[in-house]
């Protein structure tokens, strides 16, 4: 076996302790296995697609820095998209700086990027379009659980909040998406 594909058949757990003890190539096997993933769930709930490759290279610039002090309380991915999250938003404070954080939320850019306009599907840019009307914990919690399949305790720990909290932003998106969509029903 080459030692690049004994490096991908490791559990993230057992890269992020090599990357701890200064294993660069554990880390970059994290990164390939992440990024992706990472990228999808940016470019979904940051309004500005051009900027996305920065905050998860941010992301993962923050987490090799981090690293040494990941206590492993939690899974290694949960604790990348909880970085990520807090990348987003400090993003989108930097964006506009002269609004409160609570009406950047409410105001996203709802233009559709590239692949939405491939696609051409009016459900698909009418989903988007109500997705990013959401405030940015709901349309997070939302992508992490729809998208993502997260479990609720997960997505809370990445969002820094209540199980709770997360259950009632994830009830009332899928309320107001199930009324806003309701004519793409069959």
């Not at 757990?13 to 660069?24: P, Y």
């Not at 820095?65 to 989108?92: E, G, V």
């Not at 989903?127 to 609720?152: G, K, N």
């Not at 932003?169 to 899928?174: I, K, P």
Request: charged share 25%; net charge negative.
């Amino acid at each position: 076996m080459h030692a690049d594909d004994l490096l991908e058949s490791l559990p993230d757990d057992t890269l992020a302790r090599r990357a701890q003890r200064g294993d660069s190539t554990a880390f970059d096997a994290l990164v390939v296995r992440h990024g992706p993933a990472l990228l999808r769930f940016v470019a979904n709930t940051y309004p500005e697609t051009a900027e996305c490759d920065d905050i998860v290279q941010e992301t993962f610039i923050a987490a090799w820095k981090s690293l040494p002090t990941f206590a492993f309380r939690s899974q290694f991915r949960t604790w990348l998209y909880s970085l990520a999250t807090r990348k987003t938003i400090d993003a989108m404070r930097r964006r506009r700086p002269q609004t409160d954080l609570d009406s950047v939320f409410d105001t996203p850019d709802c233009r559709p990027d590239p692949g939405q306009q491939a696609l051409g599907t009016d459900f698909l840019a009418a989903l988007h379009r109500e997705l990013a009307q959401l405030t940015y914990p709901a349309r997070a919690a939302w992508w992490l659980r729809e998208i993502y399949d997260m479990p609720v305790a997960e997505i809370a720990t990445v969002l820094h909040t209540t199980e709770g909290s997360v259950r009632g932003q994830l009830q009332r998106t899928r309320k107001r998406l199930a009324e806003a969509l309701q004519e793409f029903r069959p």
